[in-house]
C-alpha cells in the first residue's frame, strides 16, 4: 500500500469451512437430563407422522462450534472495531448494559400470555417506554407492535387508509418524494395505495409549488423522511403540513433519521400526524447483521382509535392492562406485542441519556457530520450545499472522471480501517456517499476518516487501480455478484 | 454522558474548524418557532447501577421463577449458554446488514448454513434469510402464493394460531384478497369433506398450521393432495419448531412459513422471534426477504453475497415482492447456533422427551378429566377441558408458582371451558402433578356441589 494506513486494518485470515464439512456422525454439543417421566414409543404416538431421519443436520462438539463462529465473527466489521459511516442507518453504539438488562430472568422468560397480574413489570417497560417515545415525538398515542422500521411504514399507511375510509373514502395515492428510501413506495404498494413521484427542488428540498400542484382530494398522505435522505430539514416543513391539511391529506414521518431531532425539535409540534421511529436506529439497540429491529408508530389524536390491538392502557387501580377491545382499530399487524426485546433496550438507552443526554447526543451527531462535510469539502463534489444535519451526501463526481466510482472508493475505505458509507443512495445523487458518522465517533476517528478519505482522493488521481482493485486487506476480494444471481446457489448440499 | 466520545476541548475545536460559533448555528435550518426551548419530560439522567436496579425490579414483577404451561405460539425451551456467548460478540451484535460482502463474511456463511439446516428440517429446497416473525412469514407466504398462482381467495385452516389469523386478515384487508375459514373436525384436524368444497378457481392457497393451534398433527399429505388437484397451493405454518426433530416435515407443501423460536431463542414476552420462509427452487423469485448465495472472488475462493435483490425494496420499489428491509438476523444466529448444537441426532432426542412428557401429562389429566382431541396424534399441547372455568383453576395454581394452560374462550368459545397445556423438556413432574392434582380437586369440587345441589333438589 502506497499511503500509510493509521488505523488497523489486516483481517484474521483463518480458514474455516462451512460447519457441515466438520461434521461427523457420534460427536454432539448437547446432553439431554435423564427423563423423569415414562419413555414413549414414538412411532406408537405418531404413527406415519414419525420423522425418521434429519437429513444432514450436523454433528459436531462445543468447541467446534465456538471457534467456528468465532473465526466467522473475525470476517465480519462492527461498531465495535470502528466508525460505520453507513448513511441514513443510525450505526451508533450499543450499550452493553441493555444486553444485561433484557436478559434479567422475569423478563428473558416472560411468555406473552401469562396472566396480567404477573406481567406488570413487563406492561410497565412497555408503557414508560411509550411515554418516553410520546414526549420526544410530541404525539398523541403509540403503538409498539411493528417489529422493524418498513412494518412501521406499513402500519402507518393502514391507519391513514383507516382514517380516510372512516371519513368516506380511502383515497388512492401516497405522495413519495424521489429521494425517499425504497421501503416508502413499496408499503404503499401493499396498503394498496398508487404511488406518485414527488420531485425535489434545487436544495434538494420537496418543491413546494409542485407539491401544491400534486395535491388533491385523491392523495391520501405525503410520506417524507425529515431531515431528508441528503440529511437536510425540510425547511417549509409547516407549509408542507399546511398543504397537506388545508385538502385533508396527513403527512407521514418517515422517523429513519430522528437522530438529529431527538431533544431539539417534535415532530408533533411541525405538523406530523403519523410516524415511526427505529428503535435500532435512533435508540441504540443493536442491528445484530441486519435485524432485529423494532418500528413503533406514534400518532396524533384524530389517528388513535385506529391503533392495532392490543394497547397498553392503565386501570382505575393504577395496573397495567392490554386492551383489545377496539372496534376501530386496523386489526393486528404481528402476533403478541412487537419486539418487546427491542423495548427493554431502548428504554435502558433513554434512562442511561435522561433529557440532557439525549439533546447532547443530537448535537453531537450533528456536530459530527458537519465535521466531516468541512473536512472533505473540495476533495470530493458536494451535489446540493444546503446545511446538513446528521448526514451528509458527497458524489463521485471528480473521481469518475477517472473511472472510480463511488463503490470503488467505498472498498477502498475498507483498507483504511473503516466501514464504507452508504453507496448509490438517495437516487437523487448520481454516485452518492452518504456519510453518517453519529454521535458515537471521536474527533479523534474522524479525523482519521477524513484522512482516508482525502488520501483515497489522491489515489484515484494518482494510481486509480489501486482503488479500483481494492479491498486488498480482506480475506476475500470483491465477490462475483453476477454469478451468484444467474446461477443461485443458496445452500450448501452433500459433496458441493 | 458517558456514551458520547468528545470533550468540551473538542466540541469547541471542531465548531471553529466548521466555522460555526455555537451548536445553535448548526441548528439554525430548523425554524425557530418548532424548536424546543425546554428539557424533554423524561426520566432524569440515571447511572448504570440504577439502571439495573429499575429493570431488576421490573422482572420481579413479571412472573420470575414461574413454572409455566404455557405454549400457544411461543415455547419455553432450554437455550444452551454458547448461544448468548456467541451471538454476544460485538462482530456479530453490532454488525450491519451485509451488504458489504468482503467485510461481512461472518455474517453472510453463517446466514447460508442457517438457510441450508432450515431446508434439511423443512424439507423444502430453499430458504429465506428470516421474516419478523411466524405471524407475519405466514401472511407474507400466503401473498407469495397470490403472486404464483395469479388468483385471489384464501382458505385459512380455523385451527390456525388465532393471532396469525388476525395479522393475515390484517395484511389481505387491502389487497383484495377475500378470505375463508375450513373447520376442524372432532380430532381437531382440518375437515377436509368442507376443503374440498371450499377451493374454487380463484382459491390460491390453503394455509394450515402443523402441529395446529390445538396441539394436532395434521395430514398434510391428504390436504395438499386435495389443494394441488384444484390447482391450489399448500402453505403450511409451523409454530412449534422443535416438532420438526419426531414429526414429518410437510414435505407436499409448497410453502412452508415458520416461527422458529424454539430453537434457542428467549420467550422474551413476545419477541424478538423469527420467522423463515421456505419453498421450491422454482418459487424462488417470489420469495419475499433477503436470501444468501454462494459465490467466488475474483481470485477463485469461496465467498458469500447478499443474492437476487431484484426481488426486494430497495432495487424494485413498489414493484417489490415485500416491504421487508430489516429482518431478525441476531435471532437467525440463535437458531443457527442451536440447530448446529442439537444436529440430527440431538433434536431428535430433544423432540422426543417433549413428547413423552407430553404424553405423561395428558394421560394423567385425562385420569381426572377430559383431554379434547384424542382421536389424531399430537406433539406438545393438547386441550384439556374442565368442569370449572379454567381462570378460576390457573388464578389457584398460581399460587403454586405455575402458570396453567391458555383459555380458550377467547379464541374458540364453543370448546367451552377448555385450556391449551404444553408440557417442553423443561416441564417437571413435578409441576405436572401438582397441577393435575388441583385439576382434579377442581373437578371433585364441582361434583360434590352437583351431588349436594341435586341433593337438595330431591329434599325440596
Known amino acids: 500500500m502506497k499511503h500509510k494506513t493509521r488505523k488497523a486494518t489486516r483481517h484474521v485470515n483463518q480458514n474455516e469451512g462451512l460447519i457441515f464439512e466438520k461434521s461427523s456422525p457420534g460427536k454432539a454439543a448437547w446432553k439431554l437430563p435423564p427423563l423423569d417421566v415414562p419413555e414413549v414409543d414414538a ?19 462445543e468447541i467446534e462450534i465456538i471457534r467456528h463462529f468465532t473465526r466467522l465473527s473475525t470476517w465480519n466489521y462492527a461498531i465495535d472495531l470502528g466508525m460505520y459511516p453507513l448513511g441514513s442507518c443510525t450505526m451508533k453504539y450499543n450499550p452493553r448494559v441493555n444486553e444485561l438488562v433484557v436478559r434479567l430472568d422475569g423478563l428473558a422468560n416472560g411468555h406473552p400470555y401469562q396472566p396480567e397480574r404477573i406481567s406488570q413489570g413487563a406492561l410497565r417497560i412497555i408503557k414508560t417506554l411509550s411515554d418516553c417515545l410520546l414526549e420526544i415525538t410530541g404525539m398523541d398515542a403509540i403503538t409498539l407492535q411493528p417489529a422493524a422500521g418498513a412494518h412501521g411504514e406499513l402500519t402507518g399507511l393502514l391507519l391513514v387508509r383507516a382514517y380516510h375510509q372512516s371519513k368516506g373514502a380511502p383515497r388512492k395515492k401516497i405522495l413519495i418524494p424521489d429521494s425517499a428510501h425504497g421501503t416508502n413506495p413499496a408499503t404503499a404498494a401493499m396498503v394498496g395505495y398508487a404511488v406518485e413521484n414527488l420531485k425535489s427542488n434545487a436544495q434538494g428540498m420537496v418543491d413546494v409549488a409542485a407539491l401544491t400542484a400534486q395535491m388533491n382530494d385523491d392523495v391520501a398522505a405525503l410520506m417524507l423522511t425529515n431531515p431528508n435522505t441528503l440529511g437536510v430539514f425540510e425547511q417549509e416543513i409547516h407549509k408542507i403540513a399546511e398543504i397537506m391539511h388545508a385538502k385533508g391529506g396527513l403527512l407521514y414521518m418517515d422517523g429513519a433519521n430522528m437522530n438529529a431531532l431527538v431533544g431539539k425539535v417534535r415532530p408533533g409540534d411541525f405538523g406530523v400526524d403519523v410516524m415511526h421511529l427505529n428503535l435500532h436506529k435512533t435508540f441504540s439497540t443493536p442491528h445484530g447483521g441486519g435485524g432485529p429491529g423494532s418500528g413503533p408508530v406514534a400518532v396524533k389524536q384524530i389517528l388513535e382509535p385506529f391503533l392495532p390491538t392490543p394497547v397498553a392502557v392503565t386501570r382505575p387501580d393504577g395496573t397495567l392492562a392490554f386492551d383489545y377491545d377496539r372496534p376501530q382499530s386496523v386489526g393486528r399487524v404481528r402476533a403478541f406485542y412487537g419486539n418487546f426485546g427491542m423495548f427493554v433496550r431502548a428504554l435502558a438507552y433513554i434512562l442511561a441519556n435522561g433529557p440532557d443526554g439525549l439533546r447532547q447526543t443530537t448535537e453531537d451527531a450533528v456536530l459530527n457530520a458537519n465535521y466531516i462535510r468541512k473536512g472533505l469539502e473540495g476533495a470530493y463534489d458536494l451535489p446540493y450545499s444546503t446545511p446538513s444535519m446528521h448526514e451528509v451526501v458527497f458524489s463521485d463526481k471528480l473521481q469518475a472522471k477517472k473511472g472510480v466510482k463511488t463503490m470503488d472508493i467505498a472498498k477502498r475505505l475498507i483498507d483504511y480501517g473503516f466501514h464504507p458509507y452508504t453507496t448509490a443512495f438517495p437516487l437523487i445523487v448520481p454516485g452518492a456517499l452518504m456519510i453518517e458518522p453519529t454521535e458515537s465517533e471521536s474527533k479523534e476517528e474522524m479525523d482519521l476518516f477524513v484522512e482516508a478519505m482525502r488520501s483515497i482522493a489522491e489515489e484515484v488521481e494518482e494510481d486509480p487501480q489501486t482503488v479500483l482493485d481494492a479491498p486488498h486487506s480482506t480475506r476475500v476480494s470483491r465477490l462475483d455478484e453476477t454469478a451468484a444471481a444467474r446461477k443461485p446457489v443458496l445452500r450448501w448440499k452433500p459433496g458441493n | 454522558m458517558r456514551y458520547l466520545p468528545k470533550s468540551p476541548a473538542d466540541r469547541k475545536a471542531m465548531l471553529q474548524a466548521i466555522g460555526a460559533r455555537s451548536i445553535d448555528d448548526l ?25 439495573v436496579d429499575w429493570f431488576r425490579e421490573r422482572a420481579r414483577e413479571n412472573g420470575d421463577s414461574y413454572a409455566t404451561f404455557l405454549g400457544a405460539g411461543a415455547y419455553y425451551h432450554y437455550r444452551p449458554v454458547i448461544i448468548d456467548s456467541l451471538i454476544s460478540r460485538g462482530e456479530f451484535l453490532t454488525a450491519y446488514t451485509p451488504y458489504q460482502a468482503e467485510i461481512s463474511q461472518g455474517t453472510l456463511q453463517s446466514i447460508f448454513e442457517f438457510q441450508t439446516m432450515i431446508c434439511e428440517l423443512t424439507s423444502m429446497e430453499v430458504a429465506n434469510a428470516s421474516m419478523y416473525d411466524g405471524s407475519t412469514a405466514a401472511a407474507e407466504a400466503v401473498m407469495m402464493a397470490v403472486r404464483l398462482t395469479g388468483r385471489r381467495s384464501v382458505v385459512i385452516a380455523r385451527s390456525l394460531h388465532p393471532e396469525y389469523r388476525e395479522v393475515l386478515t390484517t395484511y389481505a384487508h387491502h389487497q383484495n384478497m377475500p ?15 368442507e376443503l374440498e368444497q371450499s377451493i374454487t378457481s380463484d382459491t390460491a392457497c390453503v394455509l394450515i398450521q402443523s402441529p395446529n393451534f390445538l396441539g394436532t398433527i395434521e395430514d398434510t399429505t391428504a390436504i395438499a393432495e386435495i389443494a394441488h388437484r384444484k390447482g391450489a397451493m399448500l402453505v403450511v405454518s409451523i409454530a412449534e419448531a422443535v416438532s420438526l426433530g419426531i414429526v414429518e416435515p410437510p414435505r407436499k407443501a409448497d410453502v412452508i412459513a415458520m416461527e422458529a423460536q424454539s430453537f434457542g431463542v428467549p420467550l422474551g414476552f413476545g419477541g424478538p422471534y423469527c420467522g423463515v420462509i421456505a419453498t421450491r427452487d422454482q418459487f424462488v423469485r417470489q420469495m419475499p426477504g433477503r436470501l444468501v448465495g454462494q459465490t467466488t472472488d475474483r481470485t477463485g475462493k469461496r465467498g458469500f453475497v447478499l443474492t437476487l435483490a431484484t426481488r426486494e425494496q430497495h432495487i424494485r420499489r413498489e414493484k417489490a415482492t415485500s416491504n421487508i428491509c430489516t429482518n431478525q438476523a441476531l435471532v437467525a444466529l440463535m437458531v443457527n447456533i442451536f440447530m448446529t448444537i442439537y444436529g440430527k441426532v440431538g433434536l431428535k432426542e430433544l423432540a422426543k422427551q417433549n413428547l413423552a412428557k407430553t404424553a405423561y401429562a395428558a394421560a394423567q389429566f385425562s385420569k381426572h378429566t377430559k383431554v379434547l382431541f384424542a382421536g389424531a396424534s399430537r406433539f406438545n399441547e393438547f386441550v384439556v377441558q374442565t ?13 403454586h408458582k405455575i402458570i396453567g394452560g391458555l383459555p380458550l374462550k377467547k379464541f374458540y368459545p364453543e370448546l367451552g371451558n377448555a385450556a391449551l397445556w404444553c408440557c417442553t423438556e423443561l416441564t417437571t413432574r413435578t409441576a405436572i402433578d401438582t397441577a393435575v392434582g388441583l385439576v382434579a380437586e377442581s373437578e371433585r369440587s364441582v361434583k360434590a356441589t352437583k351431588e349436594e345441589v341435586d341433593a337438595q333438589e330431591v329434599e325440596r
Open chain 1, 43 to 61: 412411532s406408537a404416538l405418531l404413527g406415519s407422522s414419525e420423522r425418521k431421519d434429519l437429513g444432514n443436520l450436523p454433528e459436531v462438539s
Open chain 2, 27 to 51: 441548528f439554525a435550518p430548523i425554524p425557530a418557532e418548532y424548536r424546543l426551548g425546554r428539557d424533554l419530560k423524561v426520566p432524569r439522567q440515571m447511572a448504570e447501577s440504577e439502571i
Open chain 2, 179 to 193: 378470505l375463508s375459514t375450513c373447520s376442524f373436525g372432532d380430532d381437531a384436524r382440518l375437515n377436509l369433506k
Open chain 2, 387 to 399: 368442569s370449572e372455568d379454567p381462570y378460576a383453576i390457573n388464578s389457584r395454581l398460581l399460587g
